[in-house]
């Protein structure tokens, strides 16, 4: 029987790694904001501080002897050593490059690691926050850690108290900020802080109560680790219609999501969202 890898220590290894590698490169890259390196196989444009933490993902992998096949919002797909399909890693190796082009110290690493290239084959998940040296884990059927504590979402469930994420990036605002009016009316505090996959911890952790991305642009790269991070704290993540998410793990796989502390704050949610028949 083949020997099963410990992906956990491995994945806070690259954590380590991209740490390392970004941040001699963090002064150079404020000054550099407008410089792109073209677009990256996710649609967005590539800096070259997503390379090199790319490139340390990849190192870190490919030093421990593992074969594997990256998804990654900056190569696409790529594949290393001789049994490349039997592990995929999924990674967005800097999720909120603006807020760390702009000096906003909010970005994270998100990895993803799954036997088929599935969302919900994902079984270890890791999604670092670069600046607070706080890192969200978690490995399928085991819960999902802070730092090696276990998390579990808000009990909240009124929307009066809540605090909601919600992503409005988008030039499509006039189509998706209607569905969401009801919702916004209804919710104590509003909040985008500027790197989903981080964003999707917080409502793993209790920190925030829900986060809401429609737009249909938000790509499986940035939302694999978190996807399981938050169904093994124990929170909710759905469709508009409620259903599970399953979508394939790709660089140009979008999706959209609902994801909520507890059910009765998730019925809520999505009572309250318009929805435009497509
Ligand atoms: C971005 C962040 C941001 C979201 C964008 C994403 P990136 O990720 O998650 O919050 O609004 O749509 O592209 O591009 O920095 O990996
Ligand atoms: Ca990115």
Same mark, same amino acid.
């Given at each position: ?26 002064? @150079? ?19 070259? +501080? ?11 992998? #490919? ?23 039997? /592990? ?22 998100? +990895?993803?690691? !799954? ?6 084959? #994902? ?23 802070? /730092? ?5 979402p808000s009990?909240q469930?009124?929307l009066?108290?809540a605090i909601v994420g919600i992503?409005? @990036? ?13 919702l +916004?009316?209804?919710t104590?505090h509003i909040r ?7 964003e999707l911890?917080y409502v793993?952790?209790?920190?925030t109560d829900a986060f809401i991305d ?16 938050i /169904?093994?704290?124990?929170a909710l993540i ?19 999501f609902i994801a909520s502390a507890n059910?009765?704050i998730h019925?809520k949610i999505l !009572? ?7």
């Open positions: 029987m083949k020997n099963e890898i410990d992906w956990l220590p491995i994945l806070i290894r690259c954590r380590e790694n991209v740490k390392k590698r970004i941040t001699p490169l963090l002064e @150079n890259e404020r000054k550099q904001q407008l410089l792109n390196l073209g677009i990256g196989a996710g649609g967005d444009p590539i800096k070259q +501080i997503d390379i090199e933490a790319e490139k340390a993902i990849v190192e870190t992998l #490919v030093g421990q002897d593992i074969s594997f096949t990256l998804i990654s919002e900056e190569s696409g797909i790529r594949e290393y050593g001789e049994n490349s399909g039997e /592990n995929y890693v999924t990674a967005d190796p800097i999720d909120g490059t603006t807020n760390l082009t702009r000096g906003i110290p909010f970005y994270a690493t998100s +990895i993803a690691v !799954s036997k088929k290239p599935k969302l919900d084959a #994902v079984h270890t998940a890791l999604v670092a926050d670069l600046i607070h040296d706080t890192t969200y884990t978690a490995e399928k059927r085991k819960g999902a850690y802070r /730092n090696n504590q276990k998390i579990s009990k469930t009124t009066e108290e992503d409005l @990036n988008t030039y499509k605002a006039r189509e998706i900020a209607p569905q969401l009016t009801s +916004i009316e209804k104590k985008h802080l500027g790197a989903n996959a981080l911890c793993a952790d209790g920190k429609i737009r249909g642009k938000l790509r499986t790269t940035d939302t694999a680790a978190a996807f399981l991070i /169904n093994e704290a124990g759905t469709t508009l219609d409620g259903k599970r998410l399953n979508t394939k793990l790709h660089p140009k796989e979008k999706l959209t059910q009765k019925e !009572s309250l969202i318009k929805r435009v028949e497509a």
